[in-house]
Nanobody
Framework: QVQLVESGGGLVQAGGSLRLSCVASGRIKYINAMGWYRQAPGNQRELAAR???????NYADSVKGRFTISRDNAKNTVYLQMNSLKPEDTAAYHC??????????????WGQGTQVTVSS
């Protein structure tokens, strides 16, 4: 099992910034990809940003130039720096980690989500 602990959400005014963190622990041999997905009420969960073990990133078009994803492999941690936040960024942000266990099985894990609310 893999446990994910998310932090950093909150309420911010439009134009402000927040930094999300997600720490993975448990039966992890190594972590492959890490990412952040978001889900607003009434909407489907969508990818915000993703980063591979090698550092390759991809972003949703709506966040390009404003969000930056990074990771610390030694700490099994992924970050999402969110700048120039807009009201439409309001959502629950969920961490996703794809890891390989010591049994060489691939595990896909999700965090419970941290709420980001941007006021206009």
């Amino acid at each position: 099992q893999v446990q994910l602990v998310e932090s950093g959400g909150g309420l911010v005014q439009a134009g402000g910034s927040l930094r999300l963190s997600c720490v993975a622990s448990g039966r992890i041999k190594y972590i492959n990809a890490m990412g952040w997905y978001r889900q607003a009420p009434g909407n489907q969960r969508e990818l915000a940003a993703r980063i591979t073990r090698g550092g390759t990133t991809n972003y949703a078009d709506s966040v390009k130039g404003r969000f930056t994803i990074s990771r610390d492999n030694a700490k099994n941690t992924v970050y999402l720096q969110m700048n120039s936040l807009k009201p439409e960024d309001t959502a629950a942000y969920h961490c996703n980690v794809q890891s390989t266990s010591w049994l060489d099985t691939v595990v896909d894990s999700w965090g419970q989500g941290t709420q980001v609310t941007v006021s206009s």
